[in-house]
């Protein structure tokens, strides 16, 4: 992975010292709120319902077990002993106090970690592909050229104070995993003649109007990769509206001016550009590639996975939910679920994350990898490794196997602490992971995805969920409003409005009447999302709305 | 027609903490039965002006909704609900601990 240089520590510490002493002018009454609110967001630091929340990045997703660790570590010193991953790669402390975060941040640069445009009107944390350089569908690792576009993103002068925020996703695997199609800018490698490129989609995102991203270019050739995407980038910055917040992102500019004309004034922009870009970028991401190059796999036999495999239910369960094909022989990617039925999605308690972080030292060549479902990854796990790592998981809640089942739901915090929600998602998920659980049926219903926001900003990407639910406010009571059909891959969509929302009561029974209606009409080894597509939402509705087909009868 | 006013009471976040605080007559309170119920609407005004100038303590004040139940304030949105008890999912916040005084 990619090791911070001279530089980098340099202008980290600077910045650090800088937000210190803005933190310190704050409490001695120098700044008023109004002239500190921008200067914590560039850093991460929000005030939400409760207490003020830290965002941290964790560039592309990867870390190494260090920086787990000192993540564990900061959890405990200064916040209430865990931390909650998000579905940005990013993980959140919910109780910072102000005068502490400063030591927060520099315990974080010590491990070549920030919270640098984790907020405010910038380009954003750089997701990717949580497989990458493990998964064996891959073309080639995306997180390079990742890197590249943090260290072009980070403090550009021209992005700082842009129409809305901005955000890119990339992946390196034709099966898409990095949700690029629900991005401002989505990339994915693709090869040509026997070189790799990107198609580039731009316009992508989820919110209060969602998109799907469109192709504005099939081939890029990687070296045009920067010059290109600073084309996209100030193209929208000029012409974006700052009028309405809401239709300020780059998929209301796509929308309204059509992709052609965006096509062609990136195109027009990009000749000018080109010039600029001297190749010293293209001698930066070969010093990168050179960084994330695969680690020595090593061949070993198989028979402690194998033995394990045949002899130990509560192994095999977990191996055959948890695991996915690694690109080198002997290997497998782990997946640790952070979703115990019952438990807050993407929380990991400092014990957790210090088990999760030894894990990867004594058996994952020291990488871990945090998904954008809210779970954590072990990318380069050898078989014969498997049964010592699920023993160790299971000493601290962690073998729970659930991957991509009907409990492995992505949640956004929603009320319970974020200031902008209008209804809560985290008690949703609990009961419904707890009552499918109860059920013993989620290995029959198979992969289905559930995704929950607390507002119509959708972190909880519901607009891409197999169902996706949606926390409003509805004359001052919770209400939840059901979308069916989402689709965060290759093939994404968004999913269709299944009609009037649920109270919080009534939102769990709904949902097994959608799933029963599932198994009722599915045929052998259809999956929830392809019986959708076939059936369309007619029967679902039915199921969810009884007392309406009694009227209309 | 406007509408009717009804009481309020001055919410912010504490400045240091960023924990839920409520104006009394005299400071600011953690705790929301300690809240100064403003029944008439001028006083709000005035009140909520008086609470906003004290931005070396508090940040984002403003007037929310209450009702007065046995004597005390309690609130009448879900929202005012979850700020003056804390997240559902763990008993932290305010939750952890009795009333404490600030300011």
Known sequence: ?553 | MPKAFTPKIVTANDLLKGDVIYQTVDGWSRDLHDAEVLTDEAHADLRLIEGSQQSGQVVGVYLADTVVEDGQPTTTHFREAFRAKGPSNYVDGKQETTKQEVA
Not at chain 1, 7 to 27: K, Y
């Open chain 1, 1 to 553: 992975m990619y090791h911070y240089s001279e530089f980098d520590h340099d202008f980290l510490a600077a910045r650090n010292a800088q937000f210190r002493a803005q933190v310190e002018r704050r409490i001695d009454g120098s700044l008023t709120e109004d002239e500190f609110k921008p200067l914590r967001l560039m850093n991460g630091l929000y005030l939400q319902l409760h207490a003020y929340m830290l965002r941290v990045a964790i560039p592309y997703g990867t870390l190494n077990s260090a920086q787990m660790q000192v993540l564990a570590d900061i959890s405990e010193k200064w916040d209430k002993g865990y931390g909650h991953f998000t579905t940005r790669q990013n993980i959140q402390y919910n109780w910072p106090e102000l005068k502490d975060v400063p030591d927060m941040l520099d315990a974080l640069a010590k491990v070549g970690m920030h919270a640098i445009q984790t907020s405010g009107n910038t380009i954003r944390n750089v997701t990717a592909d949580h497989f990458a350089g493990a998964a064996a569908d891959e073309i080639a690792d995306p997180r390079p050229v990742a890197e590249l576009i943090r260290q072009w993103s980070t403090d550009h002068p021209e992005f700082q104070f842009m129409p809305r925020k901005f955000k890119i996703a990339i992946t390196g695997s034709p099966n898409d995993r990095a949700v690029t199609r629900a991005h401002d800018i989505g990339l994915r490698v693709v090869e040509r003649d026997g070189s790799a490129g990107f198609e580039v989609l731009v316009g992508g995102g989820l919110g209060r109007t969602p998109m799907i991203g469109k192709v504005i270019t099939d081939f890029l050739p990687q070296e045009d990769l920067l010059p290109y995407l600073e084309a996209i980038v100030s193209v929208w910055n000029q012409i974006g509206r700052r009028d309405n917040k809401y239709k300020a992102r780059i998929k209301i500019t796509v929308h309204e001016h059509g992709i052609d004309e965006i096509r062609r004034l990136v195109e027009e922009r990009f000749a000018i550009l080109k010039g600029t870009f001297s190749g010293i970028d293209q001698q930066k991401l070969a010093q990168y590639t050179a960084q994330f190059s695969a680690p020595e796999f090593v061949q070993k036999s198989e028979t402690t996975f194998k033995d394990a495999y045949h002899r130990d239910p509560v192994f095999r369960a977990w191996a055959d939910t948890n695991i996915t094909p690694h690109k080198a022989d002997g290997y497998s990617i782990v997946s640790i679920s952070l979703k115990k039925h019952g438990a807050t999605p993407g929380d990991a308690s400092a014990a957790q994350m210090r088990l999760m972080a030894d894990l990867a030292k004594r058996f994952g060549h020291d990488e871990l990898r945090i998904s954008h479902e809210q779970n954590v990854i072990l990318p380069h796990v050898h078989k014969s490794d498997l049964p010592s790592i699920h023993a160790a998981l299971r000493a601290q809640d962690l073998a729970t196997a659930n991957i991509g089942l009907i409990s492995d739901i992505i949640a956004c915090p929603g009320m319970d602490y974020c200031a902008l929600a209008t209804a809560r998602s985290i008690p949703i998920a609990q009961e419904i992971a707890t009552r499918f659980d109860a059920l013993k049926l989620e290995h029959e219903i198979g992969n289905l995805k559930i995704k929950i926001s607390g507002c119509i900003n959708a972190c909880g990407h519901h607009h891409v969920g197999h169902i996706g639910i949606l926390g409003l406010d509805r004359a001052g009571v919770e209400n939840y409003q059901i979308t069916l059909g989402g689709d965060h891959t290759e093939t994404a969509a968004v999913g269709e409005r299944a009609g009037p929302g649920f109270s919080a009561d009534e939102i769990i029974p709904a949902i097994e009447r959608i799933v029963t209606t599932y198994l009722d009409l599915r045929n052998e080894g259809e999956e929830f999302l392809a019986a959708y597509r076939r059936l369309g939402l007619a029967p679902f509705k039915a199921a969810l709305y009884p007392e309406a087909q009694a009227n209309a009868a």
